[in-house]
């Protein structure tokens, strides 16, 4: 297996910086050598892009997968949107001759070629697979003994034909990672439902989104959770912000949402802060004294 | 399946860009729509989107802008049509003919203009700085120029503009 490079997007850089953070804690906790894709831009987002024009996303997304070609090093994201745009473009790009061929002529002008070399991970599947759930478990001195709703996202496991993690339906890795903290994942109805923030709705069509992102946080607040884990930026501004923002109509979740490598900073022993949880819009104290008191290993009423 | 395009031999305005001719297997089961998150709060059919793409243009219709892409309706077509790439493909159509919202437009343009999506405020560069994150203007510069030669390259500076 090669190297990998982390590429951040634009949205955990610039407003969720606490997920990058945390990230890069985790990496160096668990020996994962990871250096920054540096010259990436936006991967680009598939929402909009892909929907906009097929060449152009394709063109912006092989440049970023050069980069990688370049240190010949794997490509690790951490956001199911970057996920989508790269091992698409990736798949597509790898098949295609004439449309490799037409993104190349583009990328010419920047004296960059696509060949077509590395592979485009997700830091879940990535974790799940390449470290395993019983060796991530051993690294963890305290359980995490937290309730928690996972939230996979919609592009870290469809399309299936593309993604190959297994059925969309009902699939387990991901809750498999997060109770390897000691969390317990707690099933609730419509746990595999969209979060509404994708394919451009969340920033055309603000209200609307929101309605989904509701029908969502219901259902996991009727579940009885301390937190939401995700494993994407936008469905975690979406939870995030979307909290704050259905407040005006009455609602009261109070649900801190985690990236996953938050949790696991958690588990490692990182603080709060130092996962930048007083980051997110939603800063709910009783959580993170609950994290702090199994972290110093006092017992805690659950 | 392209031999159904043979042998009905006709041309739909969508259709032929689409290179999807499955989606012309459709039986008007629904299955798409009851799966889709979308639907359940808007005017989003997307068993509907898919009847009328083959009959007429329909470039105008908001609710090809409601759609979050979540791949349910694909997921779980009965005809393994491919609902949610149909639309993408009905999408570029609109954009093609300058149906562009608003806040997309604006959106694009921060990509021309910063090689970034979701642009780097003052308020984040402060954090970033607190979190010793790395604020490298060298090579974000280099990536949002070699962004802009791209996207010139491939006429999305003009697309947009439309
Ligand atoms: S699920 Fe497939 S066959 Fe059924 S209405 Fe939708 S597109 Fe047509
Ligand atoms: S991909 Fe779009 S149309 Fe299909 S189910 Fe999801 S939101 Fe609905």
């Not at chain 1, 109509?249 to 990236?259: A, T």
């Not at chain 2, 203007?137 to 503009?161: C, H, I, M, N, P």
């Amino acid at each position: 297996m090669k190297k990998l490079s982390l590429f951040t997007g634009c949205l955990i850089p610039n407003r969720y910086p606490g997920i990058e953070k945390a990230t890069m804690l985790v990496l160096e906790r668990l020996g994962i050598k990871c250096s920054y894709l540096k010259e990436a831009a936006c991967c680009p987002a598939p929402g909009i892009y892909r929907s906009f024009d097929k060449i152009t996303w394709l063109t912006l997304a092989s440049r970023n997968l050069v980069l990688a070609e370049e240190k010949d090093t794997d490509i690790l994201t951490i956001c199911n949107g970057c996920f989508s745009s790269l091992m698409d473009a990736n798949n597509i790009l790898k098949n295609d001759a004439g449309l490799r061929n037409e993104v190349n002529a583009h990328l010419q002008k920047i004296g960059k070629e696509y060949r077509g070399t590395i592979e485009v991970r997700h830091i879940i599947e990535f974790l799940h697979t390449d470290i395993g759930v019983k060796k991530l478990g051993d690294a963890i001195d305290k359980p995490l003994e937290i309730r928690a709703a996972v939230h996979y996202g919609c592009h870290l496991l469809k399309p299936t034909r593309d993604r190959k993690l297994g059925s969309a339906e009902c699939p387990v890795f991901f809750d498999e990672l997060v109770e390897a903290t000691g969390a317990k994942s707690v099933p609730y109805e419509g746990k595999t439902s969209c979060c509404g923030a994708g394919g451009g709705v969340r920033s055309a069509m603000l209200e609307t989104s929101f309605r989904m992102t509701e029908y969502k946080l219901d259902r996991i607040q009727k579940a009885g959770v301390d937190c939401i884990i995700d494993a994407c930026p936008f469905c975690h501004l979406q939870y995030d912000a979307g909290q704050v923002e259905l407040e005006k109509s009455g609602k009261n979740y109070d649900i801190p949402v985690l990236h996953f490598t938050q949790l696991l900073g958690l588990a490692l022993g990182l603080t709060s802060d130092e996962v930048g949880l007083h980051l997110n819009e939603i800063v709910n104290l009783k959580f993170e004294e609950k994290i702090a008191q199994i972290q110093n290993g006092n017992k805690t009423e659950i | 399946m392209s031999y159904s395009v043979i042998r009905l031999n006709i041309s739909f305005p969508i259709f032929n860009p689409m290179k999807n001719p499955d989606i012309l297997t459709c039986f008007q089961c629904g299955t798409c729509h009851a799966s889709c998150p979308s639907g359940k709060y808007t005017s989003l059919n997307i068993r509907k989107i898919v009847r009328d793409s083959i009959k007429k243009d329909i470039s105008d219709q908001p609710e090809l802008w409601m759609c979050t892409t979540c791949y349910n309706c694909q997921e779980r077509c009965p005809r393994g049509i491919k609902v949610t790439d149909a639309v993408l493909t009905l999408r570029s159509e609109a954009v093609k003919k300058g149906k562009i919202l608003p806040a997309h437009r604006k959106v694009c343009n921060f990509l021309i203009k910063t090689g970034q999506s979701i642009p780097l405020d003052d308020k984040h560069l402060e954090i970033r700085k607190k979190l010793n994150l790395r604020t490298d203007e060298a090579s974000w510069k280099k990536a949002r120029k070699e962004v802009k030669v791209l996207l010139r390259s491939t006429g999305f500076d003009e697309l947009v503009k439309r």
